[in-house]
Every structure is written in structure tokens, then in C-alpha cells.
């Protein structure tokens, strides 16, 4: 799967976001590593054999030891965070997710990248909440890793 994107999304205000609706962008490749999945196994004390155990993995269902569903969720604010950039925002927080599908198991040495595409801008008392679909694909495979509907506020300066 490779999706075309645009470039980084920049708009002069929280209260411009509803002017970019629709707009897309992409981000630049990054590579899984074995030793970044061993990091965040040993971080949320999630050490399944899939996740780091080479030699049994290769005998296993993908070949290859692969990536946790949350690392690669985790990675969101690396790989799709950068591809907005909203001038006149105070800070811009993480308000949570409407939908989420794990669609393909990350194997350990590939590279990912964040696609995301603004579906949405509504004021509101604090600031512009903004909904994004956001996918994460996988270089050289047909399928994502994973779809997400993202949340995150906008809060403007002043």
C-alpha cells in the first residue's frame, strides 16, 4: 500500500483548521527496530515471544518477531503529530481516539509512516477540537498497520 500525501498541513490559526479539512499529508519513513520493541516490552512489562523471540517467532505466523499494536500506536505523535503545524496554538493535546483497527503485524526491521487526512474542525469553549484519520502503512506492504480516528484539541494563544 502506498498512499500519496501532500505536504505538511499548515494553517495560521486553531481557528483556520476548518479551512483544511479535507487536505492530507505524509510523513517520512521510520524504521521498527528489534532493540525499540525490546524498550517497550521491557516498558509495559508486555514480553510475548512474538514481540522477542527471534528464533521462535521465525517458526511463528509472521516469520519474524514483530512490533506491539500499541508501540505502533504509541508512534503517533512522532510519525503524524509533525504533519500539522498550527501557528497561534498555545499547546494541542491528545484527546483520544473515536476509532481504532489494527490491520497488519509490524515486522522488526521495516519501516513505517504516518498518513493522515483532516476530517474535521469544531470549535468549541477551549479551543478547536480537530478528527484526523490517520493510517500507518507499511513500507512494501498492501496492507496498513493500523487505521486510527484521532482526536486532539487545539488550544489557541491568549
Do not use: C
Not at 43 to 55: G, K, P, R, S, V
Amino acid at each position: 500500500m502506498s498512499i500519496e500525501g501532500g505536504d505538511i498541513i499548515t494553517v495560521d490559526s486553531p481557528a483556520a483548521l476548518a479551512d483544511a479539512v479535507g487536505r492530507t499529508a505524509s510523513g517520512d519513513w521510520f524504521e521498527i527496530t528489534q532493540e525499540r520493541i525490546s524498550a517497550f516490552a521491557d516498558a509495559t512489562e508486555d514480553h510475548q515471544w512474538i514481540h522477542l523471540d527471534a528464533e521462535r517467532a521465525a517458526a511463528g505466523p509472521f516469520g519474524s518477531t514483530v512490533a506491539h499494536g500499541y508501540l505502533t500506536l504509541s508512534l503517533l505523535s512522532h510519525l503524524a503529530a509533525p504533519l500539522i503545524s498550527v501557528d497561534g496554538a498555545a499547546m494541542v493535546m491528545n484527546y483520544g481516539l473515536d476509532r481504532l483497527r489494527f490491520l497488519a503485524p509490524v515486522p522488526a526491521g521495516s519501516r513505517v509512516r504516518a498518513h493522515t487526512e483532516i476530517l474535521s474542525a469544531d470549535p468549541g469553549p477551549t479551543g478547536v477540537r480537530l478528527a484526523a484519520k490517520v493510517t500507518v502503512e507499511i513500507e512494501g506492504s498492501e496492507k496498513p498497520a493500523l487505521v486510527a480516528h484521532t482526536l486532539s484539541l487545539y488550544v489557541p494563544e491568549g
